[in-house]
């Protein structure tokens, strides 16, 4: 079993920065993906941004550029550096991670809102 935990979102201008983070606590040396989802009311669910146990990384067009994921060394931590943050950027944002096994994993979510 994985569990995973997001922090870091809010309330913050358009133009202006946060970074988002999940620990993942667990079996975590099975995980081979992890990354961020984003959803809205009313949107479809959006693919962020992902990184693989090789530390390969892709992201969605709408944040090439603007977003950065990146883990720390021990693998337990993911972070979503969000910059230069648009009104279009406010949603929820979800980690998740997908298991050797092709088992999904998902976080609570956190908001970020990006005021115009």
């Known amino acids: 079993q994985v569990q995973l935990a997001e922090s870091g979102g809010g309330l913050v201008q358009a133009g202006g920065s946060l970074r988002l983070a999940c620990l993942a606590s667990?079996?975590?040396?099975?995980?081979?993906?992890m990354g961020w989802y984003r959803q809205g009311p009313g949107k479809q669910r959006e693919l962020v941004a992902t990184?693989?146990?090789?530390?390969?990384?892709e992201y969605a067009d709408s944040v090439k550029g603007r977003f950065a994921i990146s883990r720390d060394n021990t693998k337990t931590t993911v972070y979503l550096q969000m910059n230069t943050l648009k009104p279009e950027d406010t949603d929820a944002y979800y980690c998740?991670?997908?298991?050797?096994?092709?088992?999904?994993?998902w976080g609570k979510g956190t908001l970020v809102t990006v005021s115009s």
């Open positions: 667990g079996t975590i040396s099975s995980l081979i993906i």
């Open positions: 998740y991670a997908i298991n050797n096994g092709g088992i999904y994993y």
């Open positions: 990184i693989t146990r090789g530390g390969s990384t």
